[in-house]
């Protein structure tokens, strides 16, 4: 795994070192609601990322152990991605974002129709998608 240049030892600074910037956390959200898998599926995101940034972010997930690249089958230049045991921790954070998100920055939940989901039952929706994502890293591993 390549190290990150830490500007600083708090906990903060150092993880925006590795998925501090306008896309890794949309990629890590991908990865948990939205099936996305292949790096065909990341370019049509609604937020368009450009295929540099995808491959520059996908290389630095990996390389820090949120993202794992699988092979996929039948095709060896293809690649399967899914988030990590590390990455699957990041779940509560990301689902905290985007509630702050949808209470002060966007109203609109047909952007984040999961958040009506959370917003029912925080609790059941976290621990069923951990689970949901640990079960596949379980499955990925045998």
């Not at 896309?23 to 948990?32: F, K, Q, T």
């Not at 599926?41 to 491959?55: C, R, V, Y």
């Not at 939940?109 to 059941?124: A, G, H, I, R």
């Amino acid at each position: 795994m390549k190290s990150v240049e830490k500007r600083s030892d708090c906990p903060v600074s150092s993880s925006l070192d590795i998925f501090g910037d306008r896309w890794s956390l949309l990629i890590v959200r991908d990865l948990m609601l939205y099936k996305t898998r292949t790096y065909g599926d990341f370019t049509k995101s609604a937020e368009k990322i450009a295929t540099n940034i995808l491959a520059s972010r996908l290389q630095v997930l990996e390389e820090n152990g949120i993202i794992i690249k699988l092979p996929y089958p039948d095709n060896k230049v293809k690649g399967l991605y899914k988030l990590s045991p590390k990455g699957v921790d990041l779940v509560p954070a990301l689902i905290e974002i985007a509630l702050w998100g949808g209470k002060h920055v966007s109203n609109d939940d047909q952007c984040s129709p999961f958040l009506n989901e959370v917003k029912k039952n925080k609790t059941k929706f976290l621990k069923n998608t951990m689970a949901k994502l640990s079960a596949e890293d379980e499955a990925t591993i045998d």
